[in-house]
């Protein structure tokens, strides 16, 4: 190697080594691609235990859409909703409480609402697509065959249906699940001139309608809980006006892979 070889060689080491970095000032110095980032979402679960209303206690029940019985002071509560899609809780503001005796789950919702909105008026009329609602969902098994989903407008109306084999499948509303349930509302329903407080449902779930045996100490059930919030003259939803107990991380609230657990318990409460 001579002398010219040698300085070559140095030269090209230096060329080599000099140009990641030209490469790594010039990408520093590149604009930003902007991402759209989807909001970040953590996956949670909720768990309720639903407690038994002691014997001497249950004469006092009337499923009226009122809490007066004593034992509503003393049930499970959750008034932590959130938007369907889970990204964040719920402005419009829900209470869900539970309990049960040997023949039903009773189930509250305390809906906050300044504008009470419910026209349809027969059994299964598509209230979930019109009105002010509540629903319940419940899979006892976990297997979601059978599952069923009840729910009530503000103005009485119930739809009730019963599915099996999966998320969806094989659709039945022909299904009665036999709730007792009561409404009372706290301002006028279907005025958009005045401003309301809000709305009730007090139900009472059979449940032979659901199990075949009603669940013993420790039993799990899955379930969800959940309301639609509308508005007079079906105006526009607003952000939070699909919530949910427990989200099911999606628009549609039949993706009962994230439904919680009801732990029912013996306890008593009166
Ligand atoms: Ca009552
Ligand atoms: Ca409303
Ligand atoms: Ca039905």
């Not at 503001?93 to 305390?110: C, E, N, P, S």
């Not at 729910?151 to 022909?174: C, H, L, M, T």
Request: contains cysteine; glycine residues 6%; charged residues 35%.
């Amino acid at each position: 190697m001579n002398k010219f070889f040698a300085v070559l060689l140095v030269f090209l080491a230096v060329l080599g080594c000099s140009k990641p970095q030209e490469n790594a000032v010039k990408q520093e110095q590149a604009p930003k691609k902007i991402e759209k980032k989807e909001p970040e979402v953590k996956i949670f679960k909720k768990t309720m235990k639903v407690f038994t209303i002691a014997e001497e206690a249950r004469k006092q029940i009337k499923i009226d859409g009122k809490f007066d019985e004593s034992f509503w002071k003393n049930a499970s509560k959750d008034d932590d909703f959130w938007i369907s899609r889970g990204t964040e809780p719920s402005p419009v503001k829900t209470t869900v409480m539970t309990a049960r005796d040997d023949k039903f789950l009773y189930v509250g919702f305390i809906a906050k609402d300044d504008d009470i909105y419910a026209e349809l008026k027969n059994t299964d009329d598509p209230i979930y697509d019109h009105d002010d609602i509540v629903e319940i969902y419940i899979d006892p098994t976990g297997r979601a065959t059978p599952y069923f989903e009840m729910q009530v407008s503000a103005a009485g109306v119930k739809f009730d249906s019963r599915f099996s084999g999966g998320r969806r499948k094989n659709r039945n509303d022909s299904w009665d699940s036999g709730i007792i349930y009561g409404v009372s509302l706290d301002g006028t329903l279907n005025d958009p001139d005045d401003t309301d407080k809000g709305w009730n449902a007090e139900i009472a779930v059979p449940l032979k309608s659901i199990a075949e045996n009603p669940p013993e100490n420790g039993e799990i059930w899955k379930a969800f809980f959940y309301r639609i919030n509308r508005h007079t003259k079906l105006k526009k939803s607003k952000k939070g006006d699909f919530s949910a107990w427990t989200p099911p991380f999606a628009g549609d609230f039949h993706n009962i892979k994230h439904m919680g657990d009801l732990i029912f318990v013996d306890e008593e409460i009166r």
